[in-house]
């Protein structure tokens, strides 16, 4: 089990979709991250929130849109995904400058 | 290009043999961040050692940092079966530091295969 939730597990959706992922920490942590990982690659920095405010966006297409409503929940909002969109997506939190990451263990999605 | 570059891409081992994977970079660092990822699961944070530290042990662990080599390396000793997992090291770059976060750049991963 880790500290960091994420849900669902696992989604299916169409090219039409739309749909959430949901991240939840409750270690007080201010830092929040949404990774994309595909197979056998390292997880990839989409976008950063620091203090509730977006502090990097890693030049995501706009299909995908983050939202951080308090301190401890992070959602990312999915709309008119293509199939090779389809991954592992992880949620992490921290405390800030040399402190570990707290991952999830991710939500797995397939767009067809 | 990535920041950190791993080696070996992937290394199989008996039970009960030490297991070392090496991590280079480019840049100037903050600190260096080993994870552990078991297949399909979220990474779990096995050390970090940050720029003006030299090595630092947990439990079977060891990493050692060279930063005139921009180089680290990871030593699992009297390796178990449940080691068998990927194992990626992560930078945060000086120049993209930001407040109160960091953005940590991954290597490409070495997969570890314990053989019992």
Known sequence: DTEVTQTPKHLVMGMTNKKSLKCEQHMGHRAMYWYKQKAKKPPELMFVYSYEKLSINESVPSRFSPECPNSSLLNLHLHALQPEDSALYLCASSQGHNSPLHFGNGTRLTVT | SQQ?????????????????????????????????????????????????????????????????????????????????????????????????????????????????
Request: aromatic letters at 6%; a positive charge.
């Open chain 2, 4 to 116: 950190g570059e791993e080696d070996p891409q992937a290394l199989s081992i008996q039970e009960g043999e030490n297991a070392t994977m090496n991590c280079s970079y480019k840049t100037s660092i903050n600190n260096l961040q080993w994870y552990r990822q078991n297949s399909g699961r979220g990474l779990v944070h096995l050390i970090l050692i940050r720029s003006n530290e030299r090595e630092k042990h947990s439990g079977r662990l060891r990493v050692t940092l060279d930063t005139s080599k921009k180089s680290s390396s990871l030593l699992i000793t009297a390796s178990r079966a449940a080691d068998t997992a990927s194992y990626f090291c992560a930078t945060e770059v000086i120049r993209l530091l930001i407040q109160g976060a960091q953005k940590l750049v991954f290597g490409q991963g070495t997969r570890l295969t314990i053989n019992p």
